[in-house]
């Protein structure tokens, strides 16, 4: 059974642009979440999507979307990017949230410039 | 608001060695704690969770309330186990909101 994908790995932007990034869940899972992971504040959550509603949020400004699609497959959005947005962008996804374990994609690499 | 502190930003000890790895949450409601690894190139694999008593590689973790607690114990390091561990907690009404510590890296002396 394949993993999480990601795409893509790595992406340079500078200040201002906006990216999207996407994730590929497990075959069957329905949850998707996203993480930003930074050297200064670790592993912080972005939201979570469900049946292609957003069931859980973090605190996050809004210029930080996201969407899932019918076949579970989904994206976030950053938009009018700063220095600050470089990290390391992870996916997980789970069966159907709740209890189930989460299983984590190898990450989009952002920098901004 | 939930909280996950782990206190040592790196943890060195010889193989053979016990280790411990600390981890304190502060949360009001009733959380399910975990542990994630990630190894050097490797993505972040759950390790164990608080609900299954698990021992997964020799490393067991109990939950304790009254402290709120929640420290990752080995007996013996080996030196397969350098890696990044997180401590995690989510609320145990559900939901995918899970709440990472800032990491602990573990480092076995040969």
């Known amino acids: 059974k394949a993993g999480v994908t990601q795409t893509p790995r790595y992406l340079i932007k500078t200040r201002g642009q906006q990216v999207t990034l996407s994730c590929s869940p497990i075959?069957?899972?329905?949850?998707v979440s996203w993480y930003q992971q930074t050297p200064g504040q670790g592993l912080q959550f972005l939201f979570e999507?469900?049946?292609?509603?957003?069931?859980n949020k973090g605190n996050f400004p809004g210029r930080f979307s996201g969407r899932q699609f019918s076949n579970s497959r989904s994206e976030m959005n950053v938009s009018t990017l700063e220095l600050g947005d470089s990290a390391l962008y992870l996916c997980?996804?789970?069966?159907?949230?709740?209890?189930?374990?989460?299983?984590f994609g190898p990450g989009t690499r952002l920098t901004v410039l | 608001a939930q909280r996950v502190t782990q206190p040592e930003k790196l943890l060195s000890v010889f193989k053979g060695a016990p280790v411990e790895l600390k981890c304190n949450y502060s949360?009001?409601?009733?959380?399910?704690l975990f542990w994630y690894v990630q190894y050097s190139r490797q993505r972040l694999q759950l390790l164990l969770r608080?609900?299954s008593r698990e021992s997964i590689k020799g490393f067991t973790a109990d939950l304790n309330k009254g402290e709120t607690s929640f420290h990752l114990k080995k007996p013996f390091a080996q030196e397969e186990d350098s890696a990044m561990y997180y401590c995690?907690?989510?609320?145990?009404?559900?939901?995918?909101?899970?709440?990472f510590g800032t990491g602990t890296k573990l480092q076995v002396i040969p």
């Open positions: 997980a996804s789970s069966l159907a949230g709740g209890h189930d374990e989460q299983f």
């Open positions: 075959s069957g899972h329905r949850s």
């Open positions: 999507y469900f049946s292609e509603t957003q069931r």
């Open positions: 949360y009001s409601g009733s959380p399910e």
């Open positions: 608080h609900i």
């Open positions: 995690a907690l989510r609320d145990s009404g559900g939901y995918q909101k899970v709440t």
